[in-house]
């Protein structure tokens, strides 16, 4: 009735005021806020151990009306993974516990409680374990302290639970250590400095996955993982990884054990819809459960996948995987290993009746699929429980031993913390009992510890928490009975040189589908040596296409970026794999161009030692003594050297060839028409010398005309030497007429010097051409001005028309134009003059007389 009449306000005042007086009439007293977590099984000790292990996968959340106080989420779903940690810790303490050489006369206590998969839960239990539920008491001006319950604790749970319970105790520096947290971002110390590990980081997993995958050569992959830190973080990890090693991702999805069915068939169409044949994951069981039930709907059974610790060597996932989806699955596994006597251990399970009689019925009765008769459950359709059921006989999860490297890692955690406490309490024959043990200084000791198991496997831990990374390469091969064959196909070892850090061993590898081809995941085939590859717009760097290379360049390996350029002196073959030398291009003697003209020459040669002979034999006739019959022969042996000199233009070119052809060419024809212009000249001078009074002819007689040839030459010869001294001719490589071959040829080196010497020639002939022409109606029965002109018209016509078509032919065609301009004008010289001579004395020397060479008379006709 009192409290009635008071305000609510006033009551809790009145209540507040009664807390401050009683506090200040007594000591305080510490509570633990909320309901007290009890550990499931628990022993008491002389040093405790915590442990958080999942024997429940799933809870219930209860439905609140937020009328009264909400009760605790109720676990369900027994998992027997959770006790088999909680054997395989179990083992370790007692082996310690029973031992003379480490912590001898410590025993050691231990509480597990149950994170039922939950991260909440897994963080509450976690903080319980450490501070207790005791009520305890403190003096007014002390805060409510108490030390730890136990010096350290073993996390059976995967990352995110992990991350959570390291963040809340991290600041306590009690030490935290799991055998199945791999998320890299656990490494961090800045964040979890008192976390640490017996199992590998996914840095060095997510690395070797991808070395793997480059290793077969796939290139186009899809990627799913669980999305939480576990399936994030190692995900990010090999697509950073995969990009360094030229691997591309056409899809990354992710999943979670309780996305609804639409989220899972959506993820099943991105596989369908795909093109790349290699699936890389992330996940957990439980997700790659809900993702193969939906494959099977469509009999997706030719997708290679590959897995990492979590699920590549569970025997439960290979049991529930009846439709063959993951069949020649590969991926990476904790090493296997062998403890003697834990298996034993595990399988005797009379041990956890001790502590909690409520958890070993519930794990009873689901093991041996029972039912004890008190036992609220109990349905008569049920097998009564005996408690006497032989675990051996069982086959399921619990009796299943595959994981035997992750319990191996509970056991090397438990040694790890008696080692560093029997360090500690300078343990030799007795411990020190006296020294008080503080969980920093705990933390401090198991970082440094190095030792080796019995089983002669050392253990350490490096400065980021984490042990040395080995792993087992794992590949699903299906047995005859329909068990999956676990089969250890290689090693990989991240301590070891990087190109030696993945070994397979020479075993014959099932693929999906049980093929034993390896499977083909590629964007785009590899381009082969020849080609180059162009992205794609708008596609991975993966996706791309083969472009043959250009004329002139190769590439001689497979999946080329770039065609390299040949060298100037090579060019590319028909597959544009290689550089082959080109040809060397020139006029030969050997081709049949080259002989002809070889033969034209000679045939030159041989014609005028032929009229050169007649002229010799009948040089007492009118015929050849009218004229100058010295300048004849002049002329004869300067159309022999005209026939020679090209000669000088066969064959490759060399120095002393360069510089010979083009001035022998000079001097020789300069020579010829001199001697032909002095013919000339002797004609005009001779009929001008017939006029009455004229002296003309002493004036230029034989000497004169010998020193008009000579002085004539001489220019020429000079121009010559100013040419080879200043820049003479010399052998040179075209590359650019053909790109397919080199032109061997003869650079000019001073176009003004080829050009002053063609002038020159051009000059002389010319001023011939038109003195001929003058002279061609003076009268006389042989007038040789009208040969002469005939033949320096042929010459001229020759020449001029060789300026265009020198220029314009390529290569060793315009070596073959200039040859046949020099034959063609001294075959003209040689026909034009000398033919009609010959002609004369051989077939008509009844008009080769002084009489009729003058026209005082001719021959009567019969």
Not at 11 to 16: D, E, P, T, Y
Request: aromatic share 12%; with cysteine.
């Amino acid at each position: 009735m009192f409290t009635q009449r008071w305000p609510e306000q006033g009551l809790a005042l009145l209540q507040l005021l009664l807390v401050i007086s009683l506090s200040q009439a007594q000591e305080s007293v510490c509570r633990h806020r909320g309901d007290p977590e009890n550990p499931l099984l628990s022993k008491d000790g002389d040093i405790m151990l915590g442990g958080v292990f999942n024997f429940h996968s799933k809870w219930n959340d209860r439905m609140e009306n937020y009328m009264n106080k909400p009760k605790p989420p109720q676990c369900t779903r027994l998992n027997f993974r959770g006790f088999q940690f909680t054997q395989a810790m179990l083992f370790a303490i007692e082996e310690i516990t029973n031992s003379t050489d480490l912590l001898p006369g410590i025993s050691l206590g231990y509480k597990f409680y149950d994170g039922c998969g939950s991260i909440a839960r897994g963080v509450r239990v976690a903080l319980a374990s450490a501070t207790g539920n005791e009520v305890t008491f403190a003096p007014s001006d002390k805060a409510c302290t108490r030390p730890t319950k136990v010096q350290a604790i073993m996390i059976g749970s995967s990352s995110s639970p992990c991350m959570a319970i390291a963040t809340f105790l991290g600041p306590f520096y009690i030490p935290l250590i799991s055998q199945f947290a791999t998320c890299a971002c656990l490494s961090d110390k800045t964040k979890y400095p008192s976390f640490l590990r017996t199992i590998p980081s996914d840095y060095y997993q997510s690395r070797a996955l991808a070395q793997l995958v480059k290793y077969f050569g796939w290139t186009w992959v899809g990627a799913i993982r669980t999305n939480d830190d576990y399936g994030n973080n190692g995900m990010a990890t090999f697509t950073e990884t995969a990009q360094q090693l030229g691997i591309c991702l056409e899809y990354s999805v992710s999943i979670f054990r309780t996305d609804p069915p639409d989220k899972i068939q959506q993820i099943v169409d991105i596989i369908k819809a795909s093109t790349s044949k290699v699936i890389v994951t992330f996940l957990f069981p439980t997700a790659l459960y809900l993702i193969m039930q939906e494959l099977s709907h469509h009999n997706l059974t030719a997708y290679q996948w590959v897995g990492t610790e979590t699920w590549i060597f569970d025997s439960q996932t290979a049991a529930l995987d009846r439709h063959h989806i993951l069949d020649g699955a590969i991926g990476l596994s904790i090493p296997k290993a062998h403890v003697s006597g834990m298996r034993e251990f595990i399988l005797d399970v009379k041990g956890l009746n001790s502590s909690s009689n409520e958890l070993f019925t519930e794990f009873w009765e689901t093991l041996f699929s029972c039912k004890f008769r008190q036992s609220k459950s109990s349905d008569g359709n049920q097998i009564e429980c005996t408690g006497h059921e032989d675990v051996t006989e069982v086959q399921n999860s619990f009796t299943d031993m595959t994981l035997m490297p992750i319990f191996y890692n509970v056991y090397k955690g438990v040694y790890a913390v008696a080692h560093a406490l029997h360090n500690i309490l300078s343990c030799n024959k007795t411990c020190d009992n006296k020294v008080q043990l503080d969980p920093f200084m705990i933390l401090q000791h198991i970082k440094n510890i190095r030792f080796t198991t019995k089983e002669g496997d050392e253990v350490y831990f490096d400065e980021n928490g984490d042990p040395a990374a080995k792993y087992d390469i794992i590949n699903w091969q299906p047995a005859e009975n329909g068990i999956v064959d676990f089969v250890t196909v290689g090693l990989y070892d991240a301590s070891l040189p990087a190109d030696k850090q993945l070994n397979l061993q020479n075993k014959s590898l099932i693929w999906a589908q049980n093929s034993q081809q390896v499977p083909l995941s590629v964007c785009s085939e590899k381009c082969p040596p020849g080609t180059r590859k162009v992205l794609q717009k708008g596609k991975p760097v993966c996706c791309y296409d083969c472009l043959r290379c250009a004329e002139g360049e190769i590439s001689n390996t497979t999946d080329s970026i770039t065609c390299v350029l040949c060298h100037p002196e090579f060019w590319s073959n028909e597959r544009r794999d290689a550089c082959v030398k080109k040809e060397a291009e020139f006029l030969s003697y050997e081709e049949i161009m080259g002989a002809l003209l070889t033969a034209a020459s000679l045939f030159g040669t041989c014609m005028t030692a032929v009229v050169a002979f007649i002229f010799f034999r009948y040089r007492q006739t009118p015929v050849v003594r009218a004229n100058n019959s010295e300048l004849s022969f002049l002329l004869l042996f300067s159309l022999t050297l005209c026939f020679l000199c090209s000669l000088t233009f066969i064959g490759r070119p060399s120095e002393w060839s360069c510089m010979l052809r083009h001035t022998a060419f000079g001097i020789t024809f300069v020579l010829c028409i001199s001697c032909v212009l002095g013919k000339t000249i002797v004609v005009l001078m001779a009929f001008r010398a017939t006029l009455p009074g004229s002296d003309v002819m002493k004036w230029f007689g034989p000497a004169q005309q010998k020193l008009s040839v000579l002085g004539f030459t001489l220019i020429q010869v000079i121009i010559c030497i100013l040419w080879l001294t200043i820049s003479p001719p010399f052998p040179f490589k075209n590359f650019k007429t053909f790109k397919e071959k080199i032109i061997l040829e003869c650079a000019l080196g001073s176009a003004v010097g080829f050009w002053a010497v063609l002038g020159y020639i051009g000059l002389l002939a010319m001023l011939c051409f038109i003195l001929a022409f003058l002279a061609r109606k003076l009268p006389d029965n042989f007038n040789e001005a009208k040969f002469i002109t005939f033949s320096m018209l042929i010459f001229c016509a020759v020449w001029i028309t060789f300026i265009p078509a020198y220029v314009s032919s390529p290569g060793k065609f315009s070596v073959a134009v200039e040859i046949f301009a020099i034959l063609a004008s001294s075959f003209g010289l040689l026909i034009c003059i000398f033919i009609p001579k010959c002609y004369i004395i051989l077939l008509k020397p009844e008009t080769n007389t002084k009489k009729n060479m003058m026209g005082k008379g001719a021959p009567k006709s019969s």
